[in-house]
């Protein structure tokens, strides 16, 4: 079974400017999630889908960062502008469903160096 | 809010010698408790998942416990391939499923 797809694996980009990542979830799981991973600490959750909808956005800094899942499968963050402090391991996870406890299965994640 | 604690912070073991990492939390409605591996510049590694106060799982050298207000990852014997980060995180009840992480136990085996 396919896992969790992230791309790009590595950005470094200048601040002020913008990025994209992108998730494409393990097949038939409805509920995607995006996590930041600062260096030293454990991901914390910024974003979380079922299927298209939102499900909790309330750790999303929503002036600069923004998401979609437009068909209920893959997903893009992206990050306009980009500030320092947004260096981190941007990691995307998938699960099965809502309620639970649910499993939740981590892609590699992509690591943003914003200089 | 929901707080979770790991220590220590860092472990170096000698292969061979047996010890414990410890997750602490403080949440209202627990509905699992995970436990993840994570490896230098990949994504973390599910390992166990644990529901209620007595209740133990292994996989290999590791075995989980938990508690009411802690966790305990226990690994037996390790070998330098068990060297990676332990995350522990909380999953409380309610119509979304977050996981809330601790900020993990380096561990290191030494041959």
């Known amino acids: 079974e396919a896992g969790v797809a992230q791309s790009p694996r590595y950005k470094i980009i200048e601040k002020r400017q913008s990025v994209a990542f992108w998730c494409n979830p393990i097949?038939?799981?409805?509920?995607l999630y995006w996590y930041q991973q600062i260096l030293g600490q454990g991901p914390k959750l910024l974003i979380q889908?079922?299927?298209?909808?939102?499900?909790?956005d309330s750790q999303l800094p929503k002036d600069r960062f923004s998401a979609e899942r437009l068909k209920g499968v893959d997903s893009t963050l992206k990050i306009q502008p980009a500030k320092l402090e947004d260096s981190a391991v941007y990691l995307c996870a998938s699960s099965l469903g809502l309620g639970g406890p649910v499993t939740q299965y981590f892609g590699p994640g992509t690591r943003l160096t914003v200089l | 809010e929901d707080q979770v604690t790991q220590s220590p912070e860092a472990l170096r073991l000698q292969e061979g010698e047996s010890s414990s990492l410890n997750c602490s939390y403080t949440?209202?409605?627990?509905?699992?408790l995970f436990w993840y591996r994570q490896d230098p510049g990949k994504g973390p590694e599910f390992l166990f998942t644990?529901?209620?106060a007595g209740e133990e799982k292994e996989k290999e050298r590791l075995k989980a416990t938990l508690t009411k207000k802690e966790s305990f990852l226990h690994i037996t014997a390790p070998k330098p391939e068990d060297s990676a980060t332990y995350l522990c995180a909380v999953q409380v009840g309610g119509t979304a499923s977050k996981l809330t992480f601790g900020t993990g136990t380096r561990l290191q085996v030494m041959l």
């Open positions: 097949s038939g799981h409805a509920t």
């Open positions: 644990l529901y209620s």
């Open positions: 949440v209202s409605g627990l509905r699992g």
């Open positions: 889908f079922q299927n298209n909808g939102v499900v909790d």
